[in-house]
């Protein structure tokens, strides 16, 4: 069966000699020329550009020349975020007329870690509610989650190695999870959100998406501008506390027993898991966080959606619509009830190495009307805590489940040390279907 290769495997390989960085680009465009038009991750596949960039890297490697931890690996773009000479057009027919004149400086640290930027992944709307056309790789009747839908299928269906998404409520993680790949959203201002459409000044995080937690170090790493990569050292047995969520909303019973299957196999592997509840504020989390992200929306849209009404979706109008008559009074209100949140979600880390819960209280749901509810990753984007997501385990229905795992401001690089353990000790080695379809197709070429 035809196999992903993970950052850290093909970086090993173009180091020994065994693999070129043209050889590895060439391997993701095949998966692209195989499954885009079933799945429909791009908006832009830069196959020109990236040949160009990918020859360089391979004549620079031939010649023992490094330029990072990233060199030669194909890398997938939001197309919210601006990767010079090619438009940014944040799934909307209101941008991307004229191509971006520089990168946005997560692009630009990428590309200094020897990146090859294959092109613009599907984002939907404005990186806000309605769906886009891209399908679950697992399971193209299902949702493959917003708002960086299109790079959670690339990276699933080995399409590119890497990816850079962002989240505003759930962005990251909920695709990530529905999708059966892992994400690190990082720290609130821990990278650079110039070059970035906006959608809400106080809730907005770029972050790195790939298969493996390691991986998703890997491109942390490099994001922050560290250059010499050392993998992640073995963490010993973390202490979790396992988060209630009914407060928040109940998990359905496959998720459930997935997540709790999983959770067995850490306290197996020398894990201890206390039981943690969440304090009542956690109930107005998704009312505070529409209300914040509404108005400060709307001050973004604002002329364009007066201009544009009608060349808007029918979700993102009705949000830039709500944030429009919300009072200064009440937004003043939910700026102080923001900063008293995240406070009392620091405080839940006491005691504790992270804390964790379900990514996702369903797997991806059975419709493309809808790209999932934020209901389990909204909290954490308020809180403006790191969080790590990875697959645990597929639910009966044959859909990926994921962990995340949430932790300590600033503290990305402990984090992504328990998330790799805890993934280590959970094996999830599922793919999609289309890997094996791939598989048979490369036995007849």
């Known amino acids: 069966m035809l196999t992903p290769i993970s950052i850290q495997e093909a970086a090993k390989e173009i180091r020994d000699g065994k693999l070129s960085p043209l050889e590895l680009l060439e391997r993701c465009l095949a998966q692209i020329r195989r499954h885009e038009q079933a799945v429909h991750a791009w908006v832009l596949v830069d196959e020109a550009g990236a040949r160009r960039t990918a020859t360089e890297r391979t004549r620079e490697a031939e010649r023992g020349c490094w330029r990072g931890p990233l060199h030669g690996i194909p890398i997938g773009v939001k197309d919210i975020i601006d990767v010079k000479g090619l438009p940014t057009r944040a799934g909307s027919p209101l941008l991307g007329h004229e191509p971006a004149v520089s990168d946005a400086p997560v692009v630009a640290a990428l590309r200094r870690a020897g990146a090859v930027i294959v092109g613009k992944t599907v984002t939907v709307e404005f990186a806000c509610f309605d769906p886009s056309p891209t399908r679950n790789p697992w399971n193209f009747s299902h949702t493959p989650g917003g708002s960086s839908s299109g790079s959670a299928a690339a990276l699933a269906t080995g399409m590119c190695l890497g990816a850079l998404g962002t989240q505003t409520g759930g962005s990251l993680v909920r695709p990530s999870a529905y999708c059966g790949v892992a994400t690190c959203k990082p720290t609130f201002g821990r990278l650079s959100r110039r070059g970035i459409v906006p959608v809400s000044a106080s809730l907005d995080h770029p972050g790195p998406m790939a298969r493996t937690v390691g991986d998703v170090a890997v491109l942390l790493h490099c994001l922050l501008g560290q250059r010499h990569w ?178 300590r401001t600033n503290d990305e690089a402990r984090l992504l040390e328990i998330a790799a353990w805890c993934e280590a000790a959970v094996g999830f080695t599922a793919l999609p279907p289309l890997w094996e379809s791939a598989s048979a197709a490369q036995s007849t070429e």
């Open 230 to 407: 050392r993998p992640l050292r073995s963490a010993f047995a973390p202490s979790l506390g396992w988060l209630q969520t009914a407060v928040l909303m109940d998990c359905d019973a496959a998720v459930a027993r997935t997540t709790q299957a999983a959770m067995e196999r850490l306290v197996q592997a020398g894990a201890e898991v206390h039981s943690v509840g969440l304090p009542r504020r956690f109930a107005e989390t998704m009312q505070m966080h529409r209300r914040i992200m509404a108005v400060e929306a709307a001050a973004v849209h604002r002329q364009r959606f007066a201009a544009h009404r009608d060349q808007y979706g029918p979700m993102i109008a009705a949000l830039l619509e709500e944030g429009l008559t919300i009072s200064a009074v009440d937004y003043v209100e939910a700026k102080a009830w923001h900063r008293a949140f995240r406070r009392e979600a620091s405080r839940l880390l006491d005691g504790f190495d992270a804390l964790v819960m379900p990514s996702t209280p369903t797997t991806a749901p059975p419709t493309l009307a809808t790209t999932g509810t934020p209901h389990f990753q909204a909290p954490w984007s308020l809180a403006r805590l790191p969080v790590v997501s990875f697959p645990c385990g597929l639910a009966d229905d044959g859909l990926p489940v994921s962990l995340q795992l949430i932790g």
